[in-house]
């Protein structure tokens, strides 16, 4: 009978802790995307990009900018790159999902725009970095987008 409560009680100081480190676990929720823009332009070659509107935002993407608290975007300067970083932070995670049908709607019609003729960039759109942690999420395409995106966690991890 003293085992199983013992054991009982253990669970429970064990689910205590856990439900206390995700109640204050930092997520990059807190940290201003001005951070992030100035480590990369700082840190990180951003070749063939250059920061855009809302409105080329909705257009590439099919978002509209006022539904978020906050983005940074910077996009292909010309027809024929594919580099791009979008970083949006959400209002809640719901907004999560259509942010990802997003991304994998860009994904696919850039894939189509440049198959048959455009290896290099092909190439670059499949290795393209998508994700999210807490409330942001992140579409990266281009050499660097690895690069790119340890700059915008570094940021993230050192004000965690």
């Known amino acids: ?6 054991a009982e009680a253990a669970a429970v ?3 205590a802790a856990v439900m206390a480190l995700l109640l204050y676990r930092k997520t990059p929720a807190d940290i201003p995307l001005q951070d992030v823009r100035t480590a990369l332009t700082k840190n990180a070659p951003l070749p063939e990009m250059e920061p855009a509107s809302d409105m080329r935002l909705k257009r590439a993407f099919g978002l509209n900018a006022s539904d978020f608290p906050e983005y940074l975007y ?17 209002a ?16 696919s019609v850039q894939k189509k725009n440049f198959d048959g003729y455009g290896t290099d960039q092909t190439e670059l759109l499949l290795h393209a970095k998508t994700g999210s942690d807490g409330m942001y999420a992140w579409f990266m395409v281009g050499k660097d987008a690895e690069n790119w995106l340890k700059t915008a966690k570094s940021i993230w991890e050192v004000k965690k």
């Open 92 to 107: 809640d995670e719901s907004q999560l999902q259509l942010i990802t049908e997003a991304f994998s709607k860009r994904l």
């Open 1 to 6: 009978m003293k085992k199983v409560l013992l």
């Open 13 to 15: 100081l064990l689910l």
């Open 74 to 90: 910077f996009a292909p300067d010309n027809t024929m790159s594919v580099n791009e970083i979008l970083i949006i932070k959400t």
